[in-house]
Structure formats: structure tokens, C-alpha cells
């Protein structure tokens, strides 16, 4: 069974700062991993995917995220922050070449931005 | 190109009602999953259905049911309804198995 864990369920930095947001799995086959944000009454937005290929994974509004199997990680990070990212992120595995497409997530974690 | 789309974005019900959610996925996405979102158990895998059949089904009682028509549109419903199904229920597409699911704005039910 796969499952996720997202470590610190909030994170306050200052605008400018590094986010760090971490994210570990466990599956028992490679897995695909997601990154999603959640703003105040609104759905998910995928900010970035891995599925296969190259382990560092550029996606939108400058996150990327690594992934490294020997730690069952999957950490999102952006260099430098902006108020506009206060918001809640999830991580979430899903297992490929399986019949149906269930995504697993994480708690979530929240993000605070201050100036 | 349209989004997910869900109706309504607000329900109150009273307990013991019943309730139906719509979800209208992404124009050719025959994949529709549902998710519940609560403050206490996070975001939990409902069902998802693809091409009219539910493929997968995840660890809910079965008050809690769905349908997927020939154009690809979801429904789910609940019944008897319960103080604890209060949520933000989410609705997402995929073109297929295993791509990117995009999820729609859901709908707030809230059981009094």
C-alpha cells in the first residue's frame, strides 16, 4: 500500500526566504509522484508531476522538486518566496500501470508568507 | 478549453437526507474521481470511474455511491446523510489512467 507523509503541517517564512516543503512516500513499486496547491474554498492545481525521466522536476510559478529514491523523498522547494504562495500544498503518490487511478495524499502542509 | 466543473458549490442538508453532487470533467477526459476533504482525515480517495464503470473504490461505507454517464459526466450521491460527511467534496479528470488529475472548485455539503 502507498502512503505519504508530509513533515510540518505549517511553514512560515518571510517574502524572499527559501521554501522547503517535505514530502516522503511509501509504495512498493516506483510511483508517480504530484505536488498540488490548495488556495481558501477552491480545488487543487497541480504545481508539478514526476512519473519517470529526470529526477529534478520544474514546474509552475518557480517550484521544482527532486525526487530521490534511496530517500523516499519528494521535496518541493522554491528559491525564493512570494506572498501570493501563502496557500496549503499537498503531496500525493499514485501507482502507475494499475487498473483505476486513486492519488494518495499526504495532510498537507500550510504555507505562510509574511513581508 | 473548460474546466472541471461542479454543481452546486454549497449544499445544506439535515441529517437523514440524502444528496447528489455533479461533476462535469475536461472535454475528452473519460476518467472522473471523487475525493472528501475534511479538516480532520485530509483528502480521502471516494471512487473513480472511467469510461461509465467505477474502476476503484476507496474505504467508505456504502452510503456513498456514483455513476458515470456515456458523456463522461459524474454524479455521486450520499445518503443518510451523517453530521460527519460535512465537507468540501472534490471532483478531478484524467485523460487516462495514471495522467495528471485536474480537480474542480467542489462543492461545500454541509449536514446540519
Known amino acids: 500500500a502507498q502512503s505519504v507523509t508530509q513533515l510540518g503541517s505549517h511553514v512560515s517564512v518571510s517574502e524572499g526566504a527559501l521554501v522547503l516543503l517535505r514530502c516522503n512516500y511509501s509504495?512498493?513499486?516506483?510511483?508517480?509522484l504530484f505536488w498540488y496547491v490548495q488556495y481558501p474554498n477552491q480545488g487543487l492545481q497541480l504545481l508539478l508531476k514526476?512519473?519517470?525521466?529526470?529526477?529534478l522536476v520544474k514546474g509552475i510559478n518557480g517550484f521544482e522538486a527532486e525526487f530521490k529514491k534511496s530517500e523516499t523523498s519528494f521535496h518541493l522547494t522554491k528559491p525564493s518566496a512570494h506572498m501570493s504562495d501563502a496557500a496549503e500544498y499537498f503531496c500525493a503518490v499514485s501507482v502507475p500501470n494499475q487498473a483505476g487511478t486513486a492519488l494518495i495524499f499526504g495532510k498537507g502542509t500550510t504555507l505562510s508568507v509574511s513581508s | 478549453k473548460a474546466g472541471v466543473t461542479q454543481t452546486p458549490r454549497y449544499l445544506i442538508k439535515t441529517r437523514g437526507q440524502q444528496v447528489t453532487l455533479s461533476c462535469s470533467p475536461i472535454s475528452g477526459h473519460r476518467s472522473v474521481s471523487w475525493y472528501q476533504q475534511t479538516p480532520g482525515q485530509g483528502l480521502q480517495f471516494l471512487f473513480e470511474y472511467f469510461s461509465e464503470t467505477q474502476r476503484n473504490k476507496g474505504n467508505f461505507p456504502g452510503r456513498f455511491s456514483g455513476r458515470q454517464f456515456s458523456n463522461s459526466r459524474s454524479e455521486m450521491n450520499v445518503s443518510t446523510l451523517e453530521l460527519g460527511d460535512s465537507a468540501l467534496y472534490l471532483c478531478?479528470?484524467?485523460?487516462?489512467?495514471?495522467?495528471?488529475?485536474?480537480f474542480g472548485q467542489g462543492t461545500r455539503l454541509t449536514v446540519v
Open positions: 509504495s512498493s513499486v516506483p510511483p508517480y
Open positions: 478531478a479528470s484524467s485523460f487516462q489512467e495514471n495522467t495528471e488529475a485536474f
Open positions: 514526476y512519473t519517470t525521466g529526470a529526477t
